[in-house]
């Protein structure tokens, strides 16, 4: 189910994706924090699926306006053990500790927490990190 927020004007087009960290000071006392950030959930990633076609609104952050945007979250790629990686399962997700820097984002993707609940749509390969094999998947966040 999608999620209405707003976003900056520049980044207000579908396919577009972000990570929400929370928010900035001004939007504290601003009188649309409610629809902008009270939908979102800090550390989670986003995907723009649909811009409404309604008036923009002025922000001090995004260089002067915003645009009322649809959203979900997207899939995400994840690196799991291999007895994991079974597609149209539920699993809890548990990161495994991987030491090589260019591996990092398959092993701690942003947008995911260690505990979320994720369904894994996808298996996509193998990685290896420590001499140990791992299976890439595709999940989606089950949200309880």
Do not use: Q
Not at 71 to 80: L, R
Not at 121 to 144: H, P, S
């Amino acid at each position: 189910m999608a999620i209405i927020t707003l976003v900056g004007e520049k980044l207000a087009r579908p396919g577009v994706e972000f990570i929400y960290y929370g928010p900035a000071e001004p939007c504290r006392t601003c009188k649309l924090a409610g629809v902008c950030v009270g939908n979102l959930e800090p550390g989670r990633r986003y995907k723009i699926l649909r811009v409404r076609s309604m008036p923009s609104h002025s922000c001090p952050l995004h260089e002067g306006k915003v645009r009322v945007v649809e959203v979900v979250e997207p899939s995400v790629e994840v690196a799991v053990e291999p007895r994991l990686a079974i597609a149209g399962s539920v699993i809890t997700l548990e990161f495994s500790e991987c030491g090589d820097l260019e591996k990092a984002d398959l092993f701690h993707p942003e947008g995911l927490f260690g505990g979320d609940h994720v369904k894994v749509i996808e298996v996509l390969g193998d990685v290896e990190c420590g001499g140990k094999a791992y299976k890439i998947v595709k999940v989606m966040r089950k949200k309880d």
